[in-house]
């Protein structure tokens, strides 16, 4: 998928070392959290099995997308989106699980440019994201492109739900 600034793909394996030093920044930053003292490293595995099960052609539930400046083709950020079920066990939304822009391309449209993308990316699917405290940047980028509000816990954690 295109738009005018990013060329939106899947992930590879050659993506993980600049989505791990995306996801160290967002550890320190407190945006994302793992309980576990080896968060780096589930991550890691995750996000190998997910690239690995695209290589093989593997159905997955996952969707690793990495977004690239179209002239350089560097990368400049990654969203990790993850199928969830109901309490029936039935598919019934996306969740935004991680989202990321690279410290130095922040603050140029590339959040709201990535999310346009993904938005586009799935239609007809309900899409969710849950935001920690610290995660400011990302709850205004999610209520300012039409995500609602839907539930708060008594810790600050928020989830928004996207609304047409």
């Known amino acids: 998928m295109e738009n ?3 060329d939106m793909r899947l992930g590879t394996s050659a ?3 600049f989505i791990m030093n995306l996801v160290r920044d967002g550890i320190t930053s407190g945006a994302f959290f793992y309980a576990e003292g080896n968060g780096l490293e589930t991550v890691r595995s995750e ?8 290589k093989d052609n593997i159905p997955v ?4 997308f990495v977004f690239a400046e179209k002239l350089t083709r560097q990368p400049v950020g990654f969203s990790l989106l993850t199928g969830r079920n109901d309490f ?3 598919a019934s939304h996306l969740e935004i699980r991680m ?4 410290a130095d391309e922040q603050g140029k449209g590339i959040g709201k440019s990535m999310l346009a ?3 586009d990316a799935t239609p007809g699917h309900r899409l969710e994201a ?8 990302m709850m205004r980028l999610l209520a300012g492109s039409g995500f609602k509000l839907i539930h708060e816990t008594q810790g600050g954690k928020k989830t928004y739900r996207f609304t047409d």
């Open 99 to 102: 989202f990321a822009v690279a």
């Open 117 to 119: 993308s993904i938005i």
């Open 88 to 90: 029936a066990g039935r």
């Open 130 to 137: 849950s935001c920690l405290p610290p995660a400011t940047k």
């Open 4 to 6: 005018d600034m990013l």
């Open 47 to 54: 996000l190998q099995s997910v690239t690995q099960q695209y």
């Open 61 to 64: 539930g996952d969707y690793l």
């Open 15 to 17: 993506d993980i070392p």
